[in-house]
């Protein structure tokens, strides 16, 4: 299903955390760049989480409800003031009685883009977006946002809304997706895109007798063919163009306190290989602040 037939928009998955709310003020503010309705969805496991499990007593689904209820209703005025100087948005929200990551795989397929905060808050019966999100990264239909709220022992250097989008480019069609999402984020805020590849995983020390000259030469070179395609699709995009030999965890680790967003493909070939399943994956998700968008194909 292509994204203009896609009819729910952004989803978000809400809880109440405070990683939950900066998503849903980031998914409010992506969509009314895309100019695409808001949908905020809470989920509520219908049995308590033991072994065996049993069903709800009327009491507990009682509060759950209500402490649900309270959650959306929050989310919402979060959303809200968030486009109060933005374009106006739908925002729609919904509470399902379903576990959290099937429920979040099936809207996937109907979504443009799902948000997650990167954990959620301990609640009896309510969703872990820790695990929720590590889930959807791998069964997603559509791209997935993780958004941390602002922890104060991580750097948080100032992203004005003029900071580049950064890329993790290696040439695997899930590479080029994330090309495809960031040249667009990137042309609809308008701002500059700052590509990286990664040539290896290895330390140019580990490869004895590397003539890295000649290979970053090179490197650069097919860098600048595959992005050929979509500069000119996207001529108002100004590309900063960066190449490295190693460890792209680093790199893009140090780029991202200076972006006001990062894409990266789900797995690929070359120094992304399995990005997001993988070591690069959690250093990058887990180090920085900065949204991070996971490209998945349909």
């Known amino acids: 299903m292509s994204a203009t037939m896609k009819r ?17 003020g980031w998914a409010a503010g992506d969509a009314a760049i895309r100019h695409i309705p808001l949908n905020l969805v809470h989920m509520v496991n219908a049995a308590v989480p033991m072994w065996p499990e049993m069903p709800l007593s009327a009491g507990m689904a009682t509060w759950q409800e209500e402490d649900a209820r309270q959650v959306l209703e929050h989310s919402v005025k ?14 729609n929200s919904e509470l399902r009685w379903s576990p959290p990551v099937p429920t979040l795989v099936e809207l996937s397929d109907e979504a443009q883009i799902v948000v997650v905060g990167s954990y959620g808050r301990t609640a009896v019966g309510r969703a872990f977006l820790g695990s929720v999100s590590s889930g959807l990264l791998r069964r997603a239909k559509c791209p997935v946002a993780v958004i941390r709220d602002q ?5 948080h250097p100032a992203r004005p809304e003029q900071a580049p989008i950064l890329v993790g480019i290696d ?5 080029e997706l994330a090309t495809a999402i960031a040249f667009d984020e990137a042309s609809r805020r308008g701002v500059a895109l700052q590509a990286v590849h990664a040539w290896s995983d290895l330390e140019v020390v580990d490869l004895p007798g590397l003539d ?10 097919t860098l600048s063919e595959r992005l050929a395609g979509w500069r000119e699709r996207y001529p108002d995009v100004t590309v900063h163009r ?7 965890a680093r790199e893009l680790i140090q780029q991202a ?10 797995h690929g070939r070359g120094g992304f290989a399995s990005m997001l399943l993988g070591s690069v994956s959690n ?16």
């Open 8 to 24: 729910l928009g952004i989803v978000v998955a809400v809880d109440g955390s405070a990683a939950s709310n900066a998503a849903v």
């Open 78 to 91: 979060i959303a809200e003031d968030s486009l109060k100087t933005l374009r106006p948005t739908t925002i």
């Open 151 to 155: 922890d104060p022992s991580l750097p």
């Open 171 to 175: 040439g695997s069609p899930v590479s």
């Open 212 to 221: 890295w000259a000649t290979v970053k030469s090179e490197a650069e070179e």
């Open 242 to 248: 960066l190449v490295m030999c190693d460890r792209p």
């Open 257 to 266: 306190q200076t972006a006001q967003l990062v894409v990266l493909g789900s």
């Open 283 to 298: 250093a990058v998700v887990h180090s920085i602040r900065t949204p991070v968008i996971v490209a998945r194909p349909s």
